[in-house]
C-alpha cells in the first residue's frame, strides 16, 4: 500500500481525503466490484440500446422491465409450491426473462391484431403486467418465510451492494452482448435503416429482430436484480440518445453510446462510494443526464449550437443572394446589369423592411459585391457582384423553366430560391433548358436568360 | 369472503378514479402520448420531494402543487429535447423521465432525516390502506369524484376542441386552436389526476388506468363520444371486478396452486389493472373473430 504523499505545509489527513485515496486507488474490494459491474452494464447498454434508439424502440426496455416482475414474484411461488427455496437467483432470473419474453409477444400482438399504436400497446404491456405483478408480490409477501425483501432488488436494485458474483454474471452477460452485436453489426445496422431492404434482400428480418429483442431481455434481466429497473431503463436510453449528437456514423455511435455508458456508471458509483447517502443507481442516472445535456447542446453533429450555426449561415446567405438577385433584376430592366438601382426600387421588388434591406447593403458593400452611395442612395453592382448575381439569376431562372416544363408543378408553386441547379440536374436537361430560355418561346414571367456560364 | 364497508369503499374509490382517468387517456391515446401518463407518473417524483423541501410539510396542496408543476415540466422538456434537439419522441420522453426520476430519488435520499416519504408508497400504492378514515366517507373517495367531475366537465367543455386537436394538429391550430396548448393543458391535468391516484393505486398501475380502459374503447366503435363513454364503463368495470377477484378468485386458487391455505387478499389495485388488460385483450380476441366471420 502506498503511503498518502504529504501535503507542504500540512500532514493532516483529514478522514475524507483518506476515503478518497481508498477509492482513487481502488482498494475496496468492494467498490472494484461494484465499479466492474456497473461499468460493464453501462456498457453493453449503451450499444444495444443504440439499435434500440434507431429503431425508435427507445422505451421498449422500459416496458420489459415492468413486464419481468411477474415472472419473478411467479417463479418465486412456483419454486416454493415444488418445495425449493423460492429465493435463488437462477430461478428468479429465468422467470423474469419468461415473462419478459410474453411481454414483447403481447407487445408484438397488438401491434398485429389492432389499430392501437405502438406507444399505446407498450404502455398498455407495462402497466398490465406490472399489476399482475403487484398482485402476485403481494402473495409472496403472505408465504411463511417469504418476505419479498429479495424481490424488492428487482424494483430499485441494490448497487451498493453488489456481491462478486453478481458482478461475475453481469460482467459474463454483458461481454456476450457485446460480442453478439459486434458479429451481427451488419445485420442489426440493416434492420436499423431500412428493414423492408434487408426483408426483400432475402434478410431473415423476423429472426434478426428476436436476436435485438434477446439481447435486450439478457441487460435488462442481468440488470434488473443488480442495479434496480430504473437504472437499466435509463441506460438503455440515455447514453444512446446523447451519442446521436456526436456522429452519423453508427459505429462511431455505439461506441460513443457504450463509452458514456460506462463512463456515467464509473462516475455514480465513484459519487456514492464518496457519499455514502446517495442511491448508486440514481446518481449513475444522473450522470448520463448531465452527459445528455452537454451532447444536446455542443454535440459535435447534430448539438443545437452546430445546428443554430448552420441554420444561421444558410440565412446569411439567403438573405445575400435575395439582395444580389434583386439588383441585378432591377439593373437589368433599367439598361444592364452594372447600372446603379435606387433602394425604393429594390423595395418594390421584394417584400422586406427598408432597414433590413439597408443592412444587407451595407453588407454586401462589406463583402466587395456592391457599391453603395451614402445615406441609402443608389446601389451599384461591383464586378465580382455582377458575376455572382448572374449566376444566382440563371440558376433561378432555369429552376423555373425546369419546374414550368418537366415537373408538372403548378407555377405558382415554383420556388424563388433555387439553387445550383447543375448539382441537381442532368447537364443534358439544363441544356435543353438554356436552349428554351434563350429561344423566345419563354413564359412572360421567366425572363431571359442573362448570360450562359462560360463551359 | 366477507364483504365490509371498506371493501364497498375500496370499489366505489377505485372505479371513480379509474373514471377520472380514462377521461385524459382516451386523449393521450388519440394524441399518441401513450407514453406520457409513463413518464408523469415518474417524473413528479421530484416535484413532491421539492414541494415537501420548501415547505416541511406533508400538506395536501404543495404536494399537488409541486407534483403539477413537475409534471407540466416533463411535458415541455420533452418537447423542447424532441424539436431543438430532433431525438425521437420516445427516447427523448425516456431522457426526461428518468432523469427526473433519478433526481426524486435522490432529493428523497438526501432529506431523509426529514421526511417520512418512502418511494416504495409512490410506486405500488395501496388502495386498501387508503380508505381506512371512513367517516362517513373518505377522503380520497371525495378527491377521486372531484377528480372525475373536473375531468368530465373539462372534457365537455373542450370537447369541440380536443377533438380537432387530436385528429387533426395541423388543421386545429389553423382554426385558431392551438394544438400544443390543447396538448400542454392535457398534460396539467394528466398530472392532477396521476396525483390523485397516486395514493390509491401508485405511480405504475395509474398507466393501466389511464391507457387500457381507453384502448379497449378504440377497439370497438371509431366515435369520440362512444369511445369515451365505453373508457369508462371499462374503467368501471375492471374497478369492480378487479377488487372482488383480489378478495375472492385469486387468494383461493393461489392458495391451492401452493398449497398454502392461510393466503389472504391480494392486492386490489394489481387487479383492477390485470382485470382491465383481460377486458382488453378479450375485446381484441372478439373484434378479430367478429370480423372474420363475415368472408
Same mark, same amino acid.
Given at each position: 500500500m502506498k503511503?498518502?504523499?504529504?501535503?507542504?505545509?500540512g500532514?493532516?489527513r483529514?478522514a475524507?481525503?483518506?476515503t478518497?485515496?481508498?477509492l482513487?486507488?481502488?482498494?475496496?474490494?468492494?467498490?472494484?466490484?461494484?465499479?466492474a459491474?456497473?461499468?460493464?452494464?453501462?456498457?453493453?447498454?449503451g450499444?444495444v440500446?443504440?439499435f434500440?434508439?434507431?429503431r425508435?424502440r427507445?422505451? /421498449?426496455?422500459?416496458?420489459l422491465g415492468?413486464?419481468?416482475?411477474?415472472g419473478?414474484?411467479a417463479?418465486?411461488?412456483?419454486?416454493?409450491?415444488?418445495?425449493?427455496?423460492?429465493?435463488?437467483?437462477p430461478?428468479?432470473? +429465468? %422467470?423474469?426473462?419468461?415473462?419478459?419474453?410474453?411481454?414483447?409477444?403481447?407487445?408484438i400482438l397488438?401491434?398485429?391484431?389492432?389499430?392501437i399504436k405502438?406507444?399505446?400497446?407498450?404502455?398498455?404491456?407495462?402497466s398490465v403486467f406490472?399489476?399482475?405483478?403487484?398482485?402476485l408480490?403481494?402473495? $409472496?409477501?403472505?408465504?411463511?418465510?417469504?418476505?419479498?425483501?429479495?424481490?424488492?432488488?428487482?424494483i430499485?436494485?441494490?448497487?451498493?451492494?453488489?456481491?462478486?458474483?453478481?458482478?461475475?454474471?453481469?460482467f459474463?452477460?454483458?461481454?456476450?452482448v457485446?460480442?453478439?452485436?459486434?458479429?451481427f453489426?451488419?445485420?442489426?445496422?440493416?434492420?436499423?435503416?431500412?428493414? %423492408?431492404?434487408?426483408?426483400?434482400?432475402g434478410?431473415?428480418?423476423?429472426?434478426l429482430?428476436?436476436?435485438?429483442?434477446?439481447?435486450?431481455?439478457?441487460?435488462?434481466?442481468?440488470?434488473?436484480?443488480a442495479v434496480?429497473l430504473?437504472l437499466?431503463?435509463?441506460?438503455l436510453?440515455?447514453?444512446?440518445?446523447?451519442?446521436?449528437?456526436?456522429?452519423d456514423?453508427?459505429?462511431?455511435?455505439?461506441?460513443?453510446?457504450?463509452?458514456?455508458?460506462l463512463?456515467?456508471?464509473?462516475?455514480?458509483?465513484?459519487?456514492?462510494? =464518496?457519499?455514502p447517502?446517495?442511491?448508486?443507481?440514481?446518481?449513475? $442516472?444522473?450522470?448520463?443526464?448531465?452527459?445528455?445535456a452537454?451532447?444536446?447542446i455542443?454535440?459535435?453533429?447534430?448539438g443545437?449550437?452546430?445546428?443554430?450555426?448552420?441554420?444561421?449561415?444558410?440565412?446569411v446567405?439567403?438573405r445575400?443572394?435575395?439582395l444580389?438577385?434583386?439588383?441585378?433584376?432591377?439593373?437589368?430592366?433599367?439598361?444592364?446589369?452594372e447600372?446603379?438601382?435606387?433602394?425604393?426600387? /429594390?423595395?418594390?421588388?421584394?417584400p422586406?423592411?427598408?432597414?433590413?434591406?439597408?443592412?444587407?447593403i451595407?453588407h454586401?458593400?462589406e463583402?466587395?459585391l456592391?457599391t453603395?452611395?451614402v445615406?441609402?442612395g443608389?446601389?451599384?453592382?461591383t464586378?465580382r457582384?455582377?458575376?455572382?448575381? #448572374?449566376?444566382?439569376?440563371?440558376?433561378?431562372?432555369l429552376?423555373?423553366?425546369y419546374?414550368?416544363h418537366?415537373?408538372?408543378?403548378?407555377?405558382?408553386?415554383?420556388?424563388?430560391?433555387?439553387?445550383?441547379?447543375?448539382?441537381v440536374?442532368?447537364?443534358?436537361?439544363v441544356?435543353?433548358?438554356e436552349?428554351?430560355?434563350?429561344s423566345? #418561346?419563354?413564359?412572360t414571367?421567366v425572363?431571359?436568360?442573362?448570360?450562359? /456560364?462560360?463551359? | 369472503?366477507?364483504?365490509?364497508?371498506?371493501?364497498?369503499?375500496i370499489?366505489v374509490t377505485?372505479?371513480?378514479?379509474?373514471?377520472?382517468?380514462a377521461?385524459? %387517456?382516451?386523449?393521450?391515446?388519440?394524441?399518441?402520448?401513450?407514453? /406520457?401518463?409513463?413518464?408523469?407518473?415518474?417524473?413528479?417524483?421530484?416535484?413532491?420531494?421539492?414541494?415537501f423541501?420548501?415547505?416541511?410539510?406533508?400538506?395536501? =396542496?404543495?404536494?399537488f402543487? %409541486?407534483?403539477?408543476i413537475?409534471?407540466?415540466?416533463?411535458? +415541455?422538456?420533452?418537447e423542447?429535447?424532441?424539436?431543438?434537439?430532433?431525438?425521437?419522441?420516445?427516447a427523448a420522453l425516456?431522457?426526461?423521465?428518468?432523469?427526473?426520476?433519478?433526481?426524486?430519488?435522490v432529493?428523497?435520499?438526501?432529506a431523509?432525516?426529514r421526511?417520512?416519504?418512502?418511494?416504495?408508497?409512490?410506486?405500488?400504492?395501496a388502495?386498501?390502506?387508503?380508505?381506512?378514515?371512513?367517516?362517513?366517507?373518505?377522503?380520497?373517495?371525495w378527491?377521486?369524484?372531484?377528480?372525475l367531475a373536473?375531468?368530465?366537465?373539462?372534457a365537455?367543455?373542450?370537447?369541440k376542441?380536443?377533438r380537432?386537436?387530436?385528429?387533426?394538429?395541423?388543421?386545429?391550430?389553423?382554426?385558431g386552436?392551438?394544438?400544443r396548448?390543447?396538448?400542454?393543458?392535457?398534460?396539467v391535468?394528466?398530472?392532477?389526476?396521476?396525483?390523485?391516484?397516486?395514493?390509491?393505486?401508485?405511480?405504475?398501475?395509474?398507466?393501466?388506468?389511464?391507457?387500457?380502459?381507453?384502448?379497449?374503447?378504440l377497439?370497438?366503435?371509431p366515435?369520440?363520444? +362512444? +369511445?369515451?363513454?365505453?373508457?369508462?364503463?371499462?374503467?368501471?368495470?375492471?374497478?369492480?371486478?378487479?377488487?372482488?377477484?383480489?378478495?375472492?378468485?385469486?387468494p383461493?386458487? =393461489?392458495?391451492?396452486?401452493?398449497?398454502?391455505?392461510a393466503l389472504g387478499?391480494?392486492?386490489?389495485?394489481g387487479?383492477?389493472a390485470v382485470?382491465?388488460g383481460?377486458?382488453?385483450?378479450l375485446?381484441?380476441?372478439?373484434?378479430?373473430?367478429?370480423?372474420?366471420?363475415?368472408?
Amino acid at each position: 500500500m502506498k503511503p498518502w504523499p504529504n501535503f507542504p505545509g500540512g500532514e493532516v489527513r483529514s478522514a475524507e481525503m483518506e476515503t478518497f485515496w481508498r477509492l482513487i486507488s481502488l482498494q475496496d474490494h468492494n467498490t472494484r466490484i461494484v465499479l466492474a459491474g456497473a461499468c460493464a452494464l453501462g456498457a453493453a447498454a449503451g450499444l444495444v440500446g443504440t439499435f434500440l434508439l434507431l429503431r425508435k424502440r427507445s422505451l /421498449l426496455g422500459d416496458t420489459l422491465g415492468h413486464a419481468t416482475l411477474p415472472g419473478v414474484a411467479a417463479a418465486f411461488l412456483v419454486a416454493e409450491a415444488l418445495g425449493y427455496a423460492g429465493k435463488s437467483l437462477p430461478v428468479l432470473l +429465468v %422467470g423474469a426473462a419468461l415473462s419478459g419474453v410474453t411481454g414483447m409477444a403481447a407487445v408484438i400482438l397488438i401491434r398485429k391484431f389492432s389499430h392501437i399504436k405502438d406507444d399505446a400497446a407498450l404502455a398498455i404491456v407495462l402497466s398490465v403486467f406490472f399489476g399482475a405483478g403487484v398482485t402476485l408480490v403481494t402473495a $409472496v409477501q403472505q408465504l411463511p418465510g417469504g418476505n419479498a425483501a429479495g424481490l424488492d432488488h428487482f424494483i430499485y436494485g441494490k448497487t451498493a451492494s453488489m456481491t462478486t458474483s453478481d458482478a461475475m454474471v453481469i460482467f459474463g452477460a454483458s461481454l456476450a452482448v457485446a460480442v453478439m452485436c459486434v458479429a451481427f453489426f451488419k445485420e442489426f445496422a440493416l434492420l436499423c435503416f431500412d428493414e %423492408g431492404f434487408a426483408g426483400a434482400a432475402g434478410w431473415p428480418v423476423r429472426l434478426l429482430d428476436v436476436v435485438l429483442m434477446t439481447l435486450v431481455v439478457v441487460v435488462t434481466v442481468v440488470g434488473l436484480q443488480a442495479v434496480g429497473l430504473l437504472l437499466v431503463v435509463a441506460l438503455l436510453v440515455i447514453p444512446p440518445a446523447a451519442a446521436r449528437f456526436w456522429s452519423d456514423r453508427l459505429g462511431v455511435m455505439a461506441v460513443a453510446a457504450a463509452g458514456i455508458g460506462l463512463l456515467s456508471a464509473a462516475l455514480g458509483v465513484a459519487a456514492s462510494a =464518496l457519499f455514502p447517502r446517495l442511491p448508486a443507481g440514481a446518481v449513475i $442516472v444522473l450522470c448520463a443526464a448531465v452527459f445528455f445535456a452537454i451532447s444536446m447542446i455542443f454535440g459535435a453533429r447534430r448539438g443545437v449550437l452546430v445546428r443554430s450555426y448552420g441554420e444561421r449561415q444558410g440565412m446569411v446567405r439567403l438573405r445575400r443572394e435575395h439582395l444580389l438577385r434583386a439588383i441585378y433584376e432591377c439593373a437589368e430592366e433599367l439598361s444592364s446589369p452594372e447600372q446603379a438601382v435606387s433602394v425604393s426600387q /429594390l423595395l418594390a421588388k421584394r417584400p422586406w423592411k427598408r432597414n433590413a434591406l439597408r443592412r444587407e447593403i451595407e453588407h454586401a458593400a462589406e463583402a466587395g459585391l456592391a457599391t453603395a452611395a451614402v445615406d441609402g442612395g443608389d446601389v451599384q453592382l461591383t464586378g465580382r457582384g455582377v458575376a455572382e448575381a #448572374r449566376r444566382l439569376v440563371r440558376n433561378h431562372r432555369l429552376w423555373e423553366l425546369y419546374l414550368l416544363h418537366h415537373a408538372e408543378v403548378a407555377p405558382a408553386r415554383i420556388d424563388r430560391d433555387a439553387d445550383l441547379i447543375e448539382h441537381v440536374l442532368d447537364p443534358k436537361i439544363v441544356d435543353e433548358l438554356e436552349a428554351l430560355l434563350d429561344s423566345g #418561346r419563354r413564359e412572360t414571367f421567366v425572363p431571359g436568360n442573362p448570360e450562359k /456560364l462560360p463551359t | 369472503m366477507t364483504w365490509t364497508e371498506i371493501d364497498t369503499w375500496i370499489v366505489v374509490t377505485g372505479a371513480l378514479i379509474s373514471m377520472a382517468c380514462a377521461v385524459p %387517456g382516451v386523449f393521450l391515446l388519440l394524441n399518441k402520448q401513450s407514453m /406520457l401518463g409513463d413518464a408523469i407518473s415518474h417524473a413528479v417524483l421530484p416535484g413532491i420531494a421539492i414541494a415537501f423541501l420548501v415547505t416541511g410539510t406533508r400538506e395536501p =396542496l404543495p404536494m399537488f402543487l %409541486g407534483a403539477v408543476i413537475a409534471g407540466l415540466f416533463t411535458g +415541455v422538456l420533452t418537447e423542447v429535447i424532441h424539436r431543438r434537439g430532433r431525438v425521437e419522441s420516445g427516447a427523448a420522453l425516456g431522457v426526461v423521465f428518468c432523469s427526473l426520476f433519478a433526481l426524486g430519488l435522490v432529493l428523497i435520499r438526501l432529506a431523509a432525516d426529514r421526511v417520512d416519504l418512502d418511494p416504495g408508497c409512490v410506486l405500488y400504492g395501496a388502495i386498501e390502506t387508503a380508505v381506512v378514515d371512513v367517516n362517513p366517507v373518505p377522503q380520497i373517495a371525495w378527491l377521486s369524484g372531484g377528480m372525475l367531475a373536473v375531468n368530465f366537465l373539462l372534457a365537455g367543455m373542450f370537447y369541440k376542441e380536443l377533438r380537432i386537436s387530436a385528429f387533426d394538429p395541423a388543421l386545429s391550430t389553423a382554426c385558431g386552436i392551438p394544438a400544443r396548448w390543447m396538448q400542454h393543458g392535457l398534460t396539467v391535468v394528466t398530472a392532477m389526476t396521476t396525483v390523485v391516484a397516486f395514493e390509491s393505486v401508485g405511480s405504475i398501475l395509474v398507466i393501466a388506468m389511464l391507457i387500457v380502459p381507453g384502448a379497449t374503447a378504440l377497439l370497438l366503435s371509431p366515435r369520440l363520444s +362512444v +369511445v369515451l363513454g365505453l373508457a369508462m364503463a371499462v374503467a368501471a368495470f375492471s374497478a369492480v371486478a378487479g377488487h372482488v377477484a383480489a378478495i375472492s378468485v385469486i387468494p383461493a386458487a =393461489l392458495a391451492k396452486l401452493t398449497g398454502f391455505a392461510a393466503l389472504g387478499a391480494v392486492s386490489s389495485a394489481g387487479m383492477m389493472a390485470v382485470l382491465s388488460g383481460l377486458t382488453f385483450f378479450l375485446v381484441l380476441a372478439t373484434v378479430r373473430l367478429a370480423q372474420r366471420r363475415p368472408q
